[in-house]
């Protein structure tokens, strides 16, 4: 059964960091895609970004040059480190893992969700 434990959402300033955690388990983080997405209320989910099995990187518009995804796979944890945040950022973010290496932007390239950790950027 494939778990992900989301960790590191909070309450920042406008132009502060965050760092979101994503601790999986039975699931080898290395071995699929792994993305993030959130979601602010009265919004759909969308998607923010993801990292291939092979390290390959891709972003959202909205969060290029701010937002950086990674992995550490002796701990199984996927992060995204999001930098110059803006209010607009606000949203309950989720780790997602994907049905294949390179898994997609649409929340179906994904079976397997976390429980969301809510980032707040006050202005």
């Known amino acids: 059964q494939v778990q992900l434990v989301e960790s590191g959402g909070g309450l920042v300033q406008a132009g502060g960091s965050l760092r979101l955690s994503c601790a999986a388990s039975?699931?080898?983080?290395?071995?699929?895609?792994m993305g993030w997405f959130r979601q602010a209320p009265g919004k759909e989910r969308e998607f923010v970004a993801a990292?291939?099995?092979?390290?390959?990187?891709y972003y959202a518009d909205s969060v290029k040059g701010r937002f950086a995804i990674s992995r550490d796979n002796a701990k199984n944890t996927v992060y995204l480190q999001m930098n110059s945040l803006k209010p607009e950022d606000t949203a309950v973010y989720y780790c997602?893992?994907?049905?294949?290496?390179?898994?997609?932007?649409?929340?179906?390239?994904?079976?397997?969700w976390g429980q969301g950790t809510q980032v707040t950027v006050s202005s």
């Open positions: 990292i291939w099995s092979y390290g390959y990187e």
């Open positions: 997602a893992a994907g049905n294949s290496y390179s898994s997609g932007s649409y929340s179906s390239d994904y079976g397997y």
């Open positions: 039975g699931r080898t983080v290395s071995s699929y895609a």
